[in-house]
């Protein structure tokens, strides 16, 4: 069974207006964490956001925000006012288990990713 | 901040021939190693996962033998894909546990090319 699913294979965007990213997750885990990443044409994975099974605020960072639904399994990706920098290839990704120093983190299990074009 | 370093960016080998890819950690040290392979516009999938110091954990699937995966030290980790064929072709890119992003720190990964 998928674990991460996006269902936007590819999304258009005008410049400076606001888009979602749709991801939802399957875990029977309690802690776990969601990460989003953007990939460029270059292949680089840019970590962009990060919100953690027990986080009650939804994470923000700068343009980034992650609107998470705990029931619902849902990690969207909000990015707003839009630039044509944001071209690229989004993966959502999960790691399951408990995050603890010293012991091995789990692996990233990623979703099938979304093409965003932003147009001028 | 924390930087993986990965080589070579891309590399074109001819079929039956071996090639490794190594990922050095330049300041903080990797206890462990994540290797994805990634076909065209496709997600990452796993491939392998390294400890420093022990044998690699393969995902199903994925040939052992084909891919060996060396991580003896707390800054290096290599990929060798042995006996390269056509479709070995794919980007390959690694992921140590350790520096910013809460935990992950990404290669900027392998362009292999077998011809």
């Known amino acids: 069974a998928q674990k991460i699913t996006q269902t936007q294979p590819g999304m258009f965007v005008q410049e400076k207006e606001a888009v979602t990213l749709d991801c939802t997750y399957d875990?029977?885990?309690?802690?776990?964490?969601l990460f989003w990443y953007k990939q460029p044409s270059s292949g680089e994975m840019i970590f962009l956001i990060y919100?953690?099974?027990?986080?009650?605020q939804n994470a923000t960072e700068g343009r980034y925000s992650l609107n998470f639904q705990k029931a619902r399994k849902s990690a969207n990706l909000v990015i707003s006012a839009s630039q044509l920098g944001d071209s690229a290839m989004y993966f959502c990704?999960?790691?399951?288990?408990?995050?603890?120093?010293?012991?091995?983190?789990?692996?990233?299990?990623f979703g099938q990713g979304t093409i965003l074009t932003v147009h001028p | 901040g924390a930087v993986v370093s990965q080589h070579p960016s891309r590399v074109i080998c001819k079929s039956g021939t071996s090639v490794k890819i190594e990922c050095r950690s330049l300041d903080f040290q990797a206890t462990t190693m994540f290797w994805y392979r990634q076909f065209p516009k496709k997600s990452l999938m796993l491939m392998a996962t390294s400890n420093e110091g022990s044998k690699a954990t393969y995902e199903q699937g994925v040939e052992k033998d084909k891919f060996l995966i060396n991580h003896a030290s707390l800054t290096l980790s290599t990929l060798t894909v042995t006996s390269a064929h056509p479709e070995d072709s794919s980007f390959y890119i690694c992921?140590?546990?350790?520096?910013?992003?809460?935990?992950?720190?990404f290669g900027s990964g392998t362009r292999l090319t077998v011809v």
């Open positions: 992921s140590a546990r350790g520096g910013l992003g809460y935990g992950y720190t």
């Open positions: 990704a999960m790691r399951e288990g408990r995050l603890s120093g010293g012991t091995s983190y789990g692996k990233l299990t």
């Open positions: 875990t029977s885990d309690q802690s776990y964490g």
């Open positions: 919100q953690g099974s027990y986080d009650e």
